[in-house]
């Protein structure tokens, strides 16, 4: 069953705490994307990764850090310094050639929320 | 600044009756343009995406415009059914990037 796998659904983090989202693909895709969704509004990109041990800031990517050692993972780490850090979290893959190269393929979330 | 719109929140139809959702953009660099479907507390869905080298492109019941003169797209479902009730974002890229811009998304409702 090839897809995006994010873990975990629901995340609570406390005061001053840096939590980690899980996001692994098995689609043999070369990019991956993190997205932040409020309610109301649109996606927005944090951070976007086309090659493994690359990455670059997407729209709002203060607060956040990301790695992708492999090319199957593009884990996010929502810092102590982003201040406003409730909402859904989407990650998403695609490839980066072909005709289908604009299409994105996306994760069931993690909602994270501030104790 | 909103390089995407969708000014309309929501939208509700009949079911059988045509849904049509609109989206606006600003940048010329656009090339490419998708739909997508999310349920609530779901990843979006892929629904189906037009080039800017085309003015239509059919799927079932699904039909995207673009007007790029007007710079608008515009899905239509026909007939619409209850299953179609979500949230639907319509996205744009430009180039190579790879990046997709989202627009607020429109909520649509389709009655029984």
């Known amino acids: 069953d090839g897809g995006i796998t994010q873990s975990p659904k629901y995340l609570f983090r406390k005061e001053g705490q840096n939590v980690t989202l899980s996001c692994e693909q098995n689609l043999n895709h070369d990019a991956m994307y993190w997205y932040r969704q409020d309610p109301g509004q649109g996606l927005r990109l944090i951070y976007y990764?086309?090659?493994?041990?690359?990455?670059q800031k997407g729209d709002i990517a203060e607060g956040y850090s990301v790695s992708r050692e492999k090319k199957e993972s593009f884990p996010l780490t929502v810092t102590s310094a982003q201040k406003n850090p409730t909402a859904f979290y989407l990650c998403a893959s695609s490839m980066l050639g072909g005709p289908a190269k604009n299409i994105q393929y996306f994760g069931a979330g993690t909602r994270l929320s501030v104790l | 600044d909103q390089q995407v719109k969708q000014n309309s929140p929501s939208l509700s139809v009949q079911e059988g009756r045509i849904s049509i959702l609109n989206c606006d953009y600003t940048?010329?660099?656009?090339?490419?343009f998708l739909w997508y479907k999310k349920y609530p507390a779901e990843g979006p869905t892929f629904l189906i995406s037009?080039?800017?080298?085309?003015d239509k492109n059919e799927d079932g019941r699904f039909t995207v415009f673009l007007n790029k003169s007007a710079k608008h797209l515009s899905l239509h479902i026909v007939p619409s059914q209850p299953g179609d009730s979500a949230v639907y974002f319509c996205a744009a890229s430009a180039g190579n990037t790879g990046k997709l811009i989202f627009g607020q998304g429109t909520t649509l409702q389709v009655k029984p």
């Open positions: 940048n010329s660099m656009f090339d490419y």
């Open positions: 037009i080039s800017s080298i085309k």
């Open positions: 990764s086309q090659i493994v041990n690359d990455f």
